[in-house]
C-alpha cells in the first residue's frame, strides 16, 4: 500500500514539477528589473517554505513523542526535520546565489538569512545528536527536547538578529500584503510548491521505512545477544 | 525545601570545585589566551574597539563557558555519583537549578577575573560597573541555564565535549546578540536600549523551559 | 539562474543519492541480523 502511494505521489509530483517548468521557462518573461535570474523565486520561496513549516512539524511531532512516548511519533520527527534541513539548504543555496548576482554578494548580514542560518546549524545539531546516541528511548527523549527547545529559540534568534538593519526584500506573496507580484508570476510558486510538498512527503515516507527497518534491526539484534 | 535542596546542590558543585579549581584555572588561563590572540585578529589600538570589544568580549565568555559547563555533569561520572544523585530524594529541578546557580557563580568569578584582562588589552577601563554588571548578570544566567541543560543532555554521549558546543552556540545566539549589543552600549556611554527587557524575558523563558525539560533529560 | 536552479537540483540530487545507499545499508544489515537470529551458530 505504501509502495503504491509513493509510486502515486511521484508521478504526480514529477508531472506536475515538468509543467511548472514549461511554464517558468518557456511562459514568463523575465521580470522588469532582475532579468531572468527571479527565476530562482519558484525554488527559492517553496523550499524555504517547506523548510519552516517542516521545522515547525518536527517541534510539535516532538512534543507527540513527549505527551505520548509513542517511538512512531519520533520516528516521524526525525524523518520530517532531515527532509526540512534539506530544503532548508536548497533556500539558503539557492538564496546566496541569488544574491550573489542581484546585491554584488554571497552573504548579506540580514535578520532572514541570518536567522535561517541559526535555525539550519540548530537542526544541523539535532540529527548530529540524534546520531550521538545509540539508545533508541534515551534519543528521542534527547532529540524532542532540543527539537522544542530549538525551534522556541529560532523563533527568538528570528525576532533578535529583527534589530539589525535589512537588506531582504519584504514580502512579496499575496497572503501577506496583496501582492506586489503580476498575477501570472506567482501562481507557479504555488504550484512548485505543491510539486515539492509531495516530493518532500515521498522523501519522508522513504524515511520511515528506513527508521522501521532500524527499529527492527534493533529489536533482532536485542534477540540475537538474548539467545 | 526545594531552596535548601538547590542550595546543598550548588554548594557541593562549588566545594568540589574550590577544592581541585580544574574548571576555573583551565577556563581563566583560557580567557586571557582568548583575549590576547582577538588582538591579533583585529587592530587593538583603534577607537572602532569601542564598537565590537564588547563582541570580543561576550565571545570569550561564551567560550570560557563551554569548559565551565563541559564539567558541569561530567563531574559526577566518576563512581556513578550522577546516577545517585538522580536517585536521591532531591528531585531533578533542585538538581538542574542547583547545578545552574553554581555553574553561575563559577562562570561568573573568571568573567570579573577576564574583565579587567580585557579592560587593560582594549583600553576600555573603567566602564560604568552598575549597568555593566546588570547585563553580565542577566546574560551570564541566560548562558548557564542553556548550557546547564545541554551539559545533563550530552553527558552520557559519546563526543561528548564536541557535542556540548555544535549543540549549545547556536541556542546561544540571540542572548549573545543581545549582550553585546547592550554592552556596545554601555562601554560607549549610551543608554542601554531595550535589549535589557529581551534578556529579562529570555532568561524567564528559558528558566521555565529549562526546568520543565530537566526530568525528561536526566529521568525520562 | 542555472546555477542557482542547479544547485537546488543538485542538493536534492545528493540528498536522494544519500537517502537510496542508507537504504542499501539498512536492507542489508537487517538481512544479515534476520540470518544470525534465525541461524544463531553461524
Same mark, same amino acid.
Given at each position: 500500500?505504501?509502495?503504491?502511494?509513493?509510486?502515486?505521489?511521484?508521478?504526480?509530483?514529477?508531472?506536475? !514539477?515538468?509543467?511548472?517548468?514549461?511554464?517558468?521557462?518557456?511562459?514568463?518573461?523575465?521580470?522588469?528589473?532582475?532579468?531572468?535570474?527571479?527565476?530562482?523565486?519558484?525554488?527559492?520561496?517553496?523550499?524555504?517554505?517547506?523548510?519552516?513549516?517542516?521545522?515547525?512539524?518536527?517541534? !510539535? !511531532?516532538?512534543?507527540?513523542?513527549?505527551?505520548?512516548?509513542?517511538?512512531?511519533?519520533?520516528?516521524?520527527?526525525?524523518?520530517?526535520?532531515?527532509?526540512?534541513?534539506?530544503?532548508?539548504?536548497?533556500?539558503?543555496?539557492?538564496?546566496?546565489?541569488?544574491?550573489?548576482?542581484?546585491?554584488?554578494?554571497?552573504?548579506?548580514?540580514?535578520?532572514?538569512?541570518?536567522?535561517?542560518?541559526?535555525?539550519? !546549524?540548530?537542526?544541523?545539531?539535532?540529527?548530529?545528536?540524534?546520531?550521538?546516541?545509540?539508545?533508541?528511548?534515551?534519543?528521542?527523549?534527547?532529540?524532542?527536547?532540543?527539537?522544542?527547545?530549538?525551534?522556541?529559540?529560532?523563533?527568538?534568534?528570528?525576532?533578535?538578529?529583527?534589530?539589525?538593519?535589512?537588506?531582504?526584500?519584504?514580502?512579496?506573496?499575496?497572503?501577506?500584503?496583496?501582492?506586489?507580484?503580476?498575477?501570472?508570476?506567482?501562481?507557479?510558486?504555488?504550484?512548485?510548491?505543491?510539486?515539492?510538498?509531495?516530493?518532500?512527503?515521498?522523501?519522508?515516507?522513504?524515511?520511515?521505512?528506513?527508521?522501521?527497518?532500524?527499529?527492527?534491526?534493533?529489536?533482532?539484534?536485542?534477540?540475537?545477544?538474548?539467545? | 525545601?526545594?531552596?535548601?535542596?538547590?542550595?546543598?546542590?550548588?554548594?557541593?558543585? %562549588?566545594?568540589?570545585?574550590?577544592?581541585?579549581?580544574?574548571?576555573?584555572?583551565?577556563?581563566?588561563?583560557?580567557?586571557?589566551?582568548?583575549?590576547?590572540?582577538?588582538?591579533?585578529?583585529?587592530?587593538?589600538? #583603534?577607537?572602532?574597539?569601542?564598537?565590537?570589544? #564588547?563582541?570580543?568580549?561576550?565571545?570569550?565568555?561564551?567560550?570560557?563557558?563551554?569548559?565551565?559547563?563541559?564539567?558541569? $555533569?561530567?563531574?559526577?561520572?566518576?563512581?556513578?555519583? @550522577?546516577?545517585?544523585?538522580?536517585?536521591?530524594?532531591? #528531585?531533578?529541578?533542585?538538581? $538542574?537549578?542547583?547545578?545552574?546557580?553554581?555553574? &553561575?557563580?563559577? @562562570?561568573?568569578?573568571?568573567?570579573?577575573?577576564?574583565?579587567?584582562?580585557?579592560?587593560?588589552?582594549?583600553?576600555?577601563?573603567?566602564?560604568?560597573?552598575?549597568?555593566?554588571?546588570?547585563?553580565?548578570?542577566?546574560?551570564?544566567?541566560?548562558?548557564?541555564?542553556?548550557?546547564?541543560?545541554?551539559?545533563?543532555?550530552?553527558?552520557? @554521549?559519546? %563526543?561528548?565535549? %564536541?557535542?556540548?558546543?555544535?549543540?549549545?552556540?547556536?541556542?546561544?545566539?540571540?542572548?549573545?546578540?543581545?549582550?553585546?549589543?547592550?554592552?556596545?552600549?554601555?562601554?560607549?556611554?549610551?543608554?542601554?536600549?531595550?535589549?535589557?527587557?529581551?534578556?529579562?524575558?529570555?532568561?524567564?523563558?528559558?528558566?521555565?523551559?529549562?526546568?520543565? &525539560?530537566?526530568?525528561?533529560?536526566?529521568?525520562? | 539562474?542555472?546555477?542557482?536552479?542547479?544547485?537546488?537540483?543538485?542538493?536534492?540530487?545528493?540528498?536522494?543519492?544519500?537517502?537510496?545507499?542508507?537504504?542499501?545499508?539498512?536492507?542489508?544489515?537487517?538481512?544479515?541480523?534476520?540470518?544470525?537470529?534465525?541461524?544463531?551458530?553461524?
Amino acid at each position: 500500500m505504501r509502495e503504491k502511494i509513493i509510486i502515486g505521489l511521484a508521478i504526480f509530483a514529477a508531472g506536475l !514539477l515538468a509543467w511548472n517548468m514549461n511554464t517558468i521557462f518557456t511562459q514568463l518573461p523575465d521580470e522588469l528589473n532582475q532579468g531572468a535570474i527571479y527565476r530562482i523565486i519558484y525554488f527559492h520561496v517553496p523550499a524555504n517554505i517547506l523548510g519552516m513549516s517542516g521545522f515547525g512539524l518536527g517541534m !510539535l !511531532l516532538s512534543i507527540g513523542y513527549l505527551v505520548t512516548k509513542d517511538l512512531r511519533y519520533d520516528a516521524l520527527a526525525a524523518s520530517v526535520t532531515e527532509v526540512s534541513l534539506v530544503f532548508a539548504s536548497i533556500g539558503l543555496a539557492t538564496g546566496s546565489i541569488w544574491a550573489r548576482i542581484i546585491w554584488g554578494v554571497w552573504w548579506a548580514w540580514d535578520y532572514r538569512l541570518t536567522s535561517w542560518l541559526v535555525c539550519w !546549524l540548530i537542526f544541523g545539531g539535532y540529527l548530529m545528536l540524534r546520531r550521538a546516541v545509540d539508545e533508541p528511548i534515551q534519543r528521542a527523549r534527547f532529540a524532542a527536547v532540543v527539537s522544542v527547545l530549538g525551534t522556541v529559540n529560532a523563533y527568538i534568534s528570528y525576532k533578535s538578529i529583527e534589530w539589525w538593519n535589512t537588506q531582504h526584500p519584504q514580502p512579496v506573496l499575496s497572503i501577506r500584503n496583496g501582492g506586489g507580484m503580476a498575477p501570472g508570476m506567482e501562481a507557479p510558486i504555488w504550484w512548485n510548491l505543491l510539486a515539492l510538498a509531495c516530493f518532500s512527503a515521498i522523501l519522508v515516507m522513504v524515511r520511515m521505512r528506513q527508521e522501521a527497518f532500524a527499529r527492527e534491526i534493533d529489536t533482532l539484534r536485542r534477540m540475537a545477544h538474548a539467545q | 525545601m526545594f531552596l535548601r535542596q538547590v542550595w546543598t546542590v550548588a554548594a557541593k558543585d %562549588l566545594h568540589s570545585e574550590l577544592r581541585t579549581k580544574e574548571a576555573w584555572n583551565a577556563s581563566i588561563a583560557f580567557s586571557v589566551v582568548i583575549l590576547l590572540l582577538f588582538a591579533f585578529a583585529f587592530d587593538p589600538s #583603534s577607537e572602532q574597539i569601542r564598537e565590537f570589544g #564588547s563582541g570580543l568580549l561576550w565571545m570569550t565568555y561564551a567560550f570560557a563557558g563551554a569548559l565551565v559547563l563541559n564539567r558541569s $555533569f561530567a563531574r559526577e561520572l566518576q563512581n556513578d555519583c @550522577l546516577d545517585a544523585l538522580i536517585a536521591s530524594p532531591v #528531585s531533578s529541578a533542585a538538581l $538542574f537549578v542547583g547545578k545552574a546557580l553554581a555553574n &553561575f557563580t563559577m @562562570l561568573f568569578a573568571v568573567e570579573l577575573f577576564s574583565l579587567p584582562v580585557f579592560g587593560l588589552f582594549y583600553n576600555t577601563w573603567p566602564p560604568r560597573f552598575a549597568p555593566l554588571f546588570l547585563v553580565m548578570v542577566l546574560g551570564t544566567w541566560a548562558l548557564t541555564i542553556i548550557g546547564t541543560l545541554f551539559s545533563a543532555l550530552t553527558v552520557n @554521549l559519546r %563526543l561528548r565535549e %564536541l557535542m556540548l558546543p555544535t549543540l549549545v552556540y547556536p541556542m546561544m545566539i540571540p542572548v549573545l546578540i543581545a549582550a553585546m549589543t547592550i554592552t556596545t552600549n554601555v562601554l560607549a556611554g549610551n543608554p542601554m536600549g531595550f535589549g535589557m527587557r529581551f534578556l529579562v524575558a529570555f532568561d524567564i523563558i528559558f528558566t521555565l523551559l529549562a526546568v520543565v &525539560f530537566v526530568d525528561t533529560v536526566l529521568v525520562g | 539562474m542555472l546555477l542557482g536552479l542547479g544547485a537546488a537540483w543538485l542538493i536534492m540530487f545528493i540528498y536522494v543519492v544519500l537517502i537510496m545507499l542508507r537504504e542499501r545499508k539498512l536492507r542489508k544489515e537487517l538481512d544479515r541480523v534476520r540470518r544470525m537470529v534465525e541461524n544463531p551458530n553461524k
